[in-house]
Structure formats: C-alpha cells, structure tokens
T-cell receptor, first 114, second 114 residues
Framework: DTGVSQDPRHKITKRGQNVTFRCDPI?????LYWYRQTLGQGPEFLTYFQNEAQLEKSRLLSDRFSAERPKGSFSTLEIQRTEQGDSAMYLC????????????FGPGTRLLVL | AQSVSQHNHHVILSEAASLELGCNYSYGGTVNLFWYVQYPGQHLQLLLKYFSGDPLVKGIKGFEAEFIKSKFSFNLRKPSVQWSDTAEYFCAVNSHSGTYKYIFGTGTRLKVLA
C-alpha cells in the first residue's frame, strides 16, 4: 500500500494559463475526492467520484474546473484560465466503497498563480 | 447549513500540559466524526474517528475524543502533550449516507513548547 499520491507537488503558473493535477488513489479504493485548502482554512470539498462516475460537484467548482477519472483509477483536475484566486493547496483523498468510509489523503499539490 | 466550528485557532502549551480542542458541528441526520492531524510538511493523517457505539473513542498517540450528541460536540483531548504534537488539527464530519464528503473545521494550530 503506497498511499495516495499526487503530482506535481508544487506548481507555479501565470494567470490565464491552464494547469492539470494528477491523483493516484490507494489501489482498489472506489471513491475519490478532491478538496481545496486555502491559508487558514480547512479543506473544502470540490468533487467526488465513485469509480469513473463523477457523482457530485461543489458550487466552488466553476466552469473553469474539470475533473476526470477515466478508468476508475487515477484522476485529473484541470483548471483553465487560472486566476490568482485559484492559488491554494489541492488535496486528493480516497476511500473504500464499503466499510467505515474513512478517507486517506495525499500530500496535495500547491498551486501559486502569479 | 452544514458546518463545523473549531473554537481555538491557535493554542500554545508547554510539554506535559493537558490539551482539549473544541469541535462543534451543525449537520442534519446521523454523522460520522473525525479528527485529522497535519504535521509540518506532511499530509493529513487520521487521528481517530467515531461512527457509533461508545462515545469515548481512543486514537493514535494517546489522543481521545468524546462525542456528546446533545451538544453536537466532538472534542479532542490528550492528558499530556509532547513537543512532537506540534501540528495543525482538523475536525471533520460526514453523513452516514450519500457521497460521504467531509465538512472540515478551520483547524487549530497547536504549538508545544519544549
């Protein structure tokens, strides 16, 4: 069990550029979550996948954000036309479909938009 | 609206002091409750969780928490803190059904002085 991994760990981009983050969940975990954490705040839910189906999206997820989990394994989160307000830590978590619904978090991708 | 409140944003203690961090939630229906810890430079790790049964739950590293349903509270305690407990602590809740997404509190930053 290698845990949840995320890539890249850090990303600096200029306003208006597109960025894509990747999350590899714990193998055999069916549920995958994306959260966003800004300074001084707790993580906020962005979106949820059960296998390859995206079943819930937060209102925080504007139309510039898109997430996929094409084969029910890894997931990507893309931000188009980045804005300075997108600067945050983007966290991925996974959990098993059945059981105690505990989520396991990755190290996060820290995004800085200049 | 669903929310989690952590009353103490910053706590400074000397080693061997006792710790209690408050967490109150507002959430309709049956909930699961969690405390996560984030050590400097590390990812979120589960400290303990409550799903049902005995409202006093014990977690790793000597931490415990008590669920008081009538007060909508899930306070974290440790009788004697160590310098290595310096970290940020997050309380989180999710529903017993649906997507199981977490609602997090804003976190409490604990500093333990050696």
């Amino acid at each position: 069990d290698t845990g949840v991994s995320q890539d890249p760990r850090h990303k600096i981009t200029k306003r208006g550029q597109n960025v894509t983050f990747r999350c590899d969940p714990i193998s055999e975990h069916n549920r995958l979550y994306w959260y966003r954490q800004t300074l001084g705040q707790g993580p906020e839910f962005l979106t949820y996948f059960q296998n390859e189906a995206q079943l819930e999206k937060s209102r925080l997820l504007s139309d510039r954000f898109s997430a996929e989990r094409p084969k029910g394994s890894f997931s990507t989160l893309e931000i188009q036309r980045t804005e300075q307000g997108d600067s945050a830590m983007y966290l991925c978590a996974s959990s098993a479909l059945y059981g105690l619904e505990t989520q396991y978090f990755g190290p996060g991708t820290r995004l800085l938009v200049l | 609206a669903q929310s989690v409140s952590q009353h103490n944003h910053h706590v400074i203690l000397s080693e061997a002091a006792s710790l209690e961090l408050g967490c109150n939630y507002s959430y309709g229906g049956t909930v699961n409750l969690f405390w996560y810890v984030q050590y400097p430079g590390q990812h979120l790790q589960l400290l303990l969780k409550y799903f049902s049964g005995d409202p006093l739950v014990k977690g790793i590293k000597g931490f415990e928490a008590e669920f008081i349903k009538s007060k909508f509270s899930f306070n974290l305690r440790k009788p004697s803190v160590q310098w290595s407990d310096t970290a940020e602590y997050f309380c989180a809740v999710n529903s017993h059904s649906g997507t199981y997404k977490y609602i997090f509190g804003t976190g409490t930053r604990l500093k333990v002085l050696a």
